[in-house]
């Protein structure tokens, strides 16, 4: 099931900022992230904030429906607009994520687009994604997408071998992600990323490099490769709990890394950010780029996060308590904290040291600066970078990121 909301104060009914969140907005970018929350089947690894339909039958009516979620969201991208009052930012990025988005029909997506650019305008060159489940379009539903102002698209693939697919319990059949990538590109996409999970319980050294090789032939231009993390309370964490299935150790994962990194650097991909990918600058993931800078982000839909001027909040999780929430004119926040300066450094630490920029080293206090220069004695940071005031991770440090990232903090 979904994992639980943070605890926090509790946001105004009217969603109000304190006047200090927007101060300098003008000089920050803004995006949107619209959450779907729907899917046809529920993924054993998945503990995101998604519903089947059997999950929600009776648990918030018509509230709850997906035939109205289009019209639901848009509420709520015209409760940003008074939130947000007269800042004149145009959105420049927006991603649409899930769950599924496209269990819903390629028009209530473009409608959703529509109602961020009637209320904020869209920036000349703004970045327009939605993930897409490969079993749940085609290339009718992606040029409804492409006319509509789409101009990038994520399919889940996770991998080209139907067991370890099943393993993962996700219903696409191989090969029909690198279809996607063709059908997205004929129907005139500048960018197509391609999402891969390694470490799945099962998968061997020929499956991951098999799942490395289907991506790169299928031509997209950027491809996200995460490790399997097993969360409690999901179906797969059961069925390692009872035995059936074994559990990858940390090794197995470094070493599917590594394959990536070889396999993906020889096909002209470049990493950007640890997990992350490009053909080229501009085929990187602009959206994500703003979490990782620490940028603003309106997130719309239930149990949705939010980030404006050091204001961080997040909606309530129930599809039917969120349409509630709106139908009777208040906000849908659940919850929200006020970062602090500290709150902040820490924060950028922990994301800009992912990201092949890596982050200042400016930042860190003089235990974090003595853990970094053991960090590059131990050959985890960069030389360069580094004696040009940088923390830019090495492929051995991309390996221990986690641990990197704690010791520069502390």
Request: negative net charge; aromatic residues 8%; hydrophobic residues 40%.
């Amino acid at each position: 099931m979904p994992s639980a909301l943070p605890d926090g104060e509790p946001v105004p009914d009217d969603g109000a900022l304190p006047a200090h969140a927007l101060t300098g907005a003008a000089d920050r970018p803004l995006g949107f992230y619209l959450h779907v929350p729907y899917c046809a089947t529920r993924c054993g690894y998945c503990d995101f904030n998604t519903y089947t339909a059997t999950e929600l039958r009776g648990t918030g009516g018509v509230l709850a429906s997906r035939d109205n979620y289009a019209a639901t969201l848009t509420d709520e991208v015209r409760l940003a607009r008074k939130v947000l009052g007269d800042d004149p930012r145009p959105v420049r990025t927006v991603f649409v994520g899930g769950g599924t988005p496209t269990l819903l029909p390629a028009a209530d997506l473009v409608r959703m687009l529509e109602a961020i650019r009637a209320e904020f305008g869209l920036a000349d060159d703004a970045e327009i994604t939605t993930e897409a489940n490969p079993e749940s379009v085609d290339p009718a539903y992606l040029a409804t997408l492409r006319a509509g102002g789409f101009n990038r698209i994520s399919f889940g693939m996770q991998s080209a071998r139907e067991h370890v697919l099943r393993v993962l319990d996700r219903t696409h059949t191989p090969g029909r992600p690198e279809a996607c990538v063709a059908e997205a590109r004929a129907a005139g996409f500048d960018h197509v990323n391609l999402d891969l999970i390694y470490g799945t319980p099962g998968e061997s050294d020929d499956d991951w490099r098999a799942s490395l090789d289907a991506a790169i032939g299928a031509g997209p231009d950027h491809v996200s490769a995460y490790a399997l993390i097993v969360e409690e309370g999901t179906q797969l964490a059961r069925r390692i709990r009872r035995g059936e299935v074994p559990m990858t150790d940390d090794d197995v994962h470094a070493d599917r890394y590594l394959m990536a990194e070889d396999r993906l650097s020889q096909a002209g991909f470049s990493w950007y950010e640890v997990s992350n990918w490009a053909t080229s600058e501009a085929g990187r993931c602009l959206h994500n780029e703003l979490y990782w800078r620490g940028a603003d982000w309106w997130g719309a839909g239930p149990g949705a996060h939010s980030h404006v001027g050091g204001v961080r909040w997040w909606n309530v999780k129930h599809p039917g308590a969120y349409a509630g929430a709106l139908a009777a004119g208040r906000s849908p926040g659940a919850g929200r904290e006020l970062l602090s300066d500290e709150d902040r450094r820490v924060e950028r630490i922990l994301l800009e040291l992912r990201l092949v920029e890596g982050c200042p080293l400016s930042l860190l206090r003089p235990e974090g600066l003595a853990a970094s220069r053991r960090a590059l004695a131990d050959g985890l940071l960069a030389a360069e970078p580094y004696a040009a005031g940088s923390a830019v991770l090495t492929l051995r440090g991309r390996l221990l990121a986690d641990a990197v990232v704690r010791d520069l903090v502390d």
